[in-house]
């Protein structure tokens, strides 16, 4: 990997750990953020809920107007937005501010996300260089992850929680300046290419309603009719503008990029692989804080060898695995390891013994760092040098709805179970296990969806040449 790739690779995976770091840093200071600023409680998921249908609802438009207008382009100006955005956040003095100042981050966020895996593959062109940059990638994730959930109670309690966005201002800056020499520049098609006004309205206002809707479920409810009236609508809006890009002269997002088994494969695995694991991450730490009384430093540092499984793996195996056994290959092996971890949560106890029934969960989720390596080789397989943007951003927004549909739909059935066995007479204790074991399985239900559609649409990719041991030396 020569120098100028390599520098390139690293401005990318800073911009990523940026946007990871900051989805799971605001969580940890959510309380101090009420306190200070006088949140309601309905008022305060907003904090999150905000920039979620803004980051979700944009990654679509956000890739194709990069394949429009370019890439780098694209992605410097979403890093300006965002590092703007974080310094109105940490002004905040009020919660309207803050809320408003989340929605611009999530704007932001999408601008640069929505282009992130489009510049890498233009840019990584040979199988094994693509596969290494794929796993340094994907290792950025997961430590941004871990990372952000340790700092951000770092800087709330040592300073206040005004420090959770601050930080991303010398991180933003740093990435836009280095990126304006490390990444390569692209011209893009011209907006005459793609300039679909209504198209760009339809998916816009048809994804973040539908995410809208989904972040609202726990509040009214699967059957109410916000919830059935709201998501009749957007799914009315995105049929509407997959019909607009049917007929379209010049359509914004061309049907072409799903003809690809690899790529409309990969993109419904992800969802439901994403939609198991978002949500496992958040009910472990809840079945680890309510039912087996740990506190929040505790259940950081009992999920931390999860973390360092997917990141240990999707750096130093995933790349060299892809390269010879090919991406579906390591997918199927990951989605395997990754069902023994939901099967084995599935019978988790009341009194549970961190060494047997948590930590070899921990340890067999590292075939996270199997999967999404291989998902993201496959989902951009198919995308053309000028489809690029498009791909990322229709990759990226599989990866938020799979992950607010699994918190909805497992936090949900949790709930309602822990109800029933409350209802029945059970302590509380009991109740709430039993309500994590139901989204467990689930989840694992979840995850042999995804190994099913794995085997049965996505293909074989011929083995590519095993990279030189020089070549991996150089990484």
């Known amino acids: 990997m020569s120098y100028s790739k390599l520098r390139a690779l690293i401005v990318l995976s800073a911009a990523m750990l940026m946007t990871i770091l900051d989805g799971s840093i605001v969580t940890v200071a959510m309380p101090a953020m009420q306190r200070d600023l006088g949140f309601t409680p309905a008022g305060l998921s907003w904090t999150v809920n905000a920039y979620l249908i803004a ?126 020499k490390a990444i390569p520049a692209d011209e893009g098609a011209g907006l005459a290419a793609g300039a679909d006004v209504l198209g760009a309205l339809l998916v816009t206002a048809g994804l973040m309603l539908g995410i809208y809707t989904v972040v609202k479920i726990e509040e009214y409810g699967w059957l109410a009719a916000h919830t059935l009236g709201l998501g009749a609508v957007s799914l009315l809006l995105l049929a509407g503008f997959l019909v607009r890009q049917a007929t379209a002269r010049t359509p ?64 130093f195996v995933s790349a060299r695995l892809n390269t010879r056994f090919g991406a579906r290959a390591v997918l199927v092996a990951g989605l395997v390891l990754l069902l023994g971890a939901m099967g084995w949560l599935t019978r988790v106890p009341v009194q549970a013994s961190y060494a047997i029934d948590l930590l070899p969960v921990m340890l067999l989720i590292a075939g996270g760092g199997l999967v999404l390596p291989a998902l993201t080789t496959l989902g951009m397989s198919g995308a053309k040098a000028d489809d690029a943007g498009l791909a990322s951003g229709l990759f990226n927004t599989t990866q938020q709805i799979g992950m607010a549909l699994g918190v909805a739909v497992l936090s949900t059935l949790a709930a309602s179970r822990t109800g029933d066995l409350l209802a029945s007479g059970a302590s509380e204790a009991v109740a709430l296990t039993g309500g994590y074991r139901l989204a467990f399985t689930v989840s694992a239900g979840l995850l042999v969806a995804a190994l099913v559609v794995s085997l049965a649409v996505l293909r074989r990719p011929a083995p590519a040449p095993e990279p030189e041991p020089a070549a991996l030396a150089a990484l």
Request: no cysteine; charged share 10%; net charge positive.
């Open 252 to 315: 914004l997002m061309p049907l072409r990029i799903l003809r690809s088994r690899n790529v409309s494969g990969a993109n419904l695995v992800q969802m439901l692989t994403l939609s198991a694991m978002f949500a496992f991450q958040i009910i472990v730490a809840l079945y680890m804080q309510k039912v087996l009384g740990y506190g929040a430093l505790a259940t950081g540092l009992a999920m931390l060898p999860a973390a360092v499984a997917i990141g240990g793996v999707s750096l």
């Open 55 to 180: 980051f979700g609802g944009l990654l679509l438009l956000s890739g194709r107007l990069g394949d429009l207008i370019g890439r780098k382009k694209m992605f410097l100006a979403g890093n300006a937005v965002f590092t703007a955005a974080s310094l109105l956040a940490g002004a905040a003095t009020g919660p309207g501010l803050l809320i408003a100042a989340r929605f611009l981050q999530g704007v932001g966020s999408a601008m640069a996300s929505a282009v992130v895996l489009g510049i890498l593959v233009t840019l990584f062109t040979e199988p094994g260089e693509r596969a290494r940059a794929i796993g340094v990638f994907s290792f950025t994730g997961a430590a941004g992850a871990s990372i952000g959930q340790v700092l951000g109670g770092v800087l709330t309690d040592a300073l206040s929680w005004h420090w959770i966005f601050f930080i991303n201002a010398p991180i933003g800056i740093a990435t836009v300046a280095l990126a304006i």
